[in-house]
């Protein structure tokens, strides 16, 4: 019997680990996906769109609450047993500080909580860019309110999620990943409006179209990648500074379409700083990327989505520049192989995955067009690994034993 969307074979071998572990049988499952997203790259902290998709690589977890104030936790997929006091939760520079995150801020928000014993067993790739860490943090929130009765409204607790990342992680990530593993939809990738929160379940019928989504993991990822990063934020932010004289109500790139971008810099906006123009100019449009897939998706125009994957990559690579030789060539392996509609470089990039979209028919090709010609391109320096994805649902808890 399968619980949670956590298939019986797992949660078998899952409960077996909790009983030898902590001695007790455990009392609910919980499951919380990891994410692709299918365009929308450095637009969540620019207040724009994005349009994510919940994949069949999880973190499950089953739990059983214990006397007293501690949250022990095990995972299978890293060393050692956390055994944590529920009223002395500090960041430990450890895994899981992401559990232990989510309830520190379920206690700053009033909430009570009693002891819990969890173990978790996760299948996204860790630090991929698939998002294992909402994924876990969801997970563990779902345990939490599900063993302690909370009444906690999805989108709060996706919040939630985000603030135990940022304040007790001390990881500066946008609302996208824990959104998305919390609404994710069966079929379906989620427009997401990172400004107002606003959600749009848009059709994504992969299977029905003969089609698949692809993640390639290239390897590798640069250590300058977070000071990036930030610089990257605050070339956007000299951008917004540099046509507020002559668009005065805009608060973010947000605010900004291509033809208002275009106008401001024929009339001199960005004199003297063509790098801020590039940068925004990919923002802008891939705004308008994001909402032009959203068209096609309901309109059916596979073909279109795919160009949009491309012109994203481009634009990612040309003018924000964060890619680096090694995506590139993913990308173009992607494009040199029959049926694929459509490719680019996924999550902030200098290293990490790309995404495809191709042909259910050619995802062999594809991996073995990957498997030949990567190390041939790359020198040898480095391992693609090919994922092919589904999209499933958000996640889900549920009383077991
Ligand atoms: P991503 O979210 O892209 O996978 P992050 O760096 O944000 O990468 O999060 C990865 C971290 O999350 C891991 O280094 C680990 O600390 C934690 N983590 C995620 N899944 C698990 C798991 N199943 N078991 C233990 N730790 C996990
Ligand atoms: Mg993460």
């Not at 304040?167 to 824990?178: K, R, S, T």
Request: aromatic share 4%.
């Amino acid at each position: 019997m399968s619980s949670a969307g956590i298939d019986a074979g797992r949660l078998e071998r899952l409960t077996a680990a909790h009983r030898e572990g902590f001695g007790a049988a455990p009392t609910l499952a919980a499951r919380a996906p990891g994410r692709i997203n299918l365009i929308g790259e450095h637009t969540d902290y620019n207040d724009g769109f994005v349009l994510p998709a919940a994949i069949d690589r999880d973190l499950a977890l089953v739990a059983s609450p214990r006397d007293g104030r501690r949250l022990r936790l095990r995972s299978l997929n890293a060393e050692g047993l956390a055994d944590l006091d529920l009223d002395a939760l500090r960041p430990a520079g450890a895994w899981h500080d992401y559990a232990a995150g989510v309830a520190a801020q379920l206690l700053a928000a009033g909430h009570r909580l009693g002891g819990l014993d969890l173990t978790l067993d996760g299948t996204v790739p860790l630090g991929a860019g698939l998002s294992s860490s909402a994924a876990l943090e969801v997970a563990v929130a779902r345990a939490l309110v599900a063993a302690n009765g909370l009444d906690l409204p999805d989108r709060d607790l996706a919040l939630l999620c985000q603030r135990a990342e940022r304040e007790f992680v001390g990881a500066n990530v946008g609302i996208m990943d824990q959104f998305i593993s919390v609404f994710g939809r069966r079929d379906h990738a989620l427009f997401l409006d990172c400004r107002s929160l606003a959600t749009e379940a848009v059709p994504l019928p992969l299977a029905d179209a003969g089609l698949a989504l692809a993640v390639c993991d290239s390897g590798v990822k640069h250590a300058h990648a977070g000071g990036e990063y930030n610089r990257r934020r605050e070339e956007c932010a000299e951008a917004v500074a540099l046509l507020r004289p002559r668009l005065p109500r805009i608060a973010n790139l947000r605010d900004v379409t291509p033809a208002e971008l275009e106008e401001a810099r024929a009339a001199g906006a960005f004199a003297g700083h063509d790098l801020a123009y590039r940068r925004a100019r990919h923002v802008v449009t891939e705004d308008a990327r994001v909402e032009r897939t959203v068209a096609a998706l309901r309109a059916g125009d596979w073909g279109t989505v795919g160009a949009a994957l491309y012109a994203s990559h481009a634009s990612l690579r040309d003018d924000y520049e964060v890619s680096v030789p090694e995506i590139d060539a993913l990308v173009m392996i992607a494009r040199e192989t029959p049926g694929v509609l459509g490719s680019r470089l996924m999550g902030g990039g200098f290293g990490g995955s790309t995404i495809t979209l191709l042909r259910r028919d050619a995802l062999p090709g594809f991996a073995a067009a990957v498997a030949a010609e990567y190390p041939r391109r790359t020198a040898g320096a480095a391992e693609a690994t090919v994922y092919p994805v589904e999209i499933v649902d958000g996640a889900r808890v549920a009383t077991i034993g």
